[in-house]
């Protein structure tokens, strides 16, 4: 079956870690998405991706890196830079250039101890 | 101001009540409108998309009104499995090409 796959589930971080958080799909999706949502908020774009090699920053990009080298594949770092890390990751994807609706990953949620 | 915006309710229903919601976009130029549904501590799921004349899918409607720049959601019949949080979407910036999700409206159905 054809999916987004998000690893891990749960993931600890120290503080002063970085940590990579993993983005898996095999729609053949050309776009690729990363969200942060808080309690009780919504979802905040990270960073999205539209093509293999090229990515843009959302509204909230400081402190997260990502890259796009493969079309399955869009793995997002979270610095020691960014300050409150703590929050549910959601990736998405979606087909084309343009603004469709996307198919998410089940989530990874981060918790700095 | 918010690009999306949503009241963050909770909306408490009883059983077979018809409830709606509704949500205004601050960006005229936004062309892609959905609804999805989120579960707690779940993935947001598609619900619908929503076009310009209107869509409907079983118990579910949505309506586009462009000139007062706003989206609704109308759920007949509600059920206990209809409890969820459902989130408003639009296209943002024509040079950012993602959405734009608003904060999300909590519904509770009662029994």
Same mark, same amino acid.
Do not use: H
């Given at each position: 079956d054809g999916g987004i796959t998000q690893?891990? /589930?749960?993931?600890f971080r120290k503080e002063g870690q970085n940590v990579t958080l993993s983005c898996e799909q095999n729609l053949n999706h050309d776009a690729m998405y990363w969200y942060r949502q808080d309690p009780g908020q919504?979802?905040?774009?990270?960073?999205? =991706?539209?093509?293999?090699?090229?990515?843009? /920053?959302?509204?909230?990009? @400081?402190?997260? =890196?990502?890259?796009? @080298? /493969?079309?399955?594949?869009?793995?997002?770092?979270?610095t020691s830079a960014q300050k409150n890390p703590t929050a549910f990751y959601l990736c998405a994807s979606s087909f084309g250039t343009g603004v469709t609706g996307y198919t998410f990953g089940s989530g990874t949620r981060l918790t700095v101890v | 101001r918010k690009e999306v915006?949503?009241?963050?309710?909770?909306?408490?229903?009883?059983?077979?009540?018809?409830?709606a919601f509704n949500c205004t976009y601050s960006n005229s130029a936004s062309q892609s409108f959905f609804w999805y549904r989120q579960d707690c501590r779940k993935e947001?799921?598609?619900?619908?998309?929503?076009?310009?004349?209107?869509n409907e899918d079983g118990r579910f409607t949505a309506q +586009?009104?462009?000139?007062?720049?706003?989206?609704?959601? +109308?759920?007949?019949?509600?059920?206990?499995?209809?409890?969820?949080?459902y989130l408003c979407v639009a296209d943002g910036d024509t040079g950012r090409r993602a959405l734009t999700f608003g904060s999300g409206t909590r519904l509770q159905v009662q029994p």
């Open positions: 690893s891990p /589930k749960y993931l919504g979802l905040r774009l990270i960073y999205y =991706s539209q093509i293999v090699n090229d990515f843009q /920053k959302g509204d909230i990009a @400081e402190g997260y =890196s990502v890259s796009r @080298e /493969k079309k399955e594949s869009f793995p997002l770092t979270v | 915006e949503q009241d963050p309710g909770p909306f408490n229903v009883p059983e077979g009540a018809t409830v947001p799921k598609l619900l619908m998309s929503v076009y310009s004349s209107g +586009l009104n462009r000139a007062s720049q706003y989206i609704s959601l +109308l759920i007949r019949d509600s059920k206990l499995s209809d409890s969820a949080t």
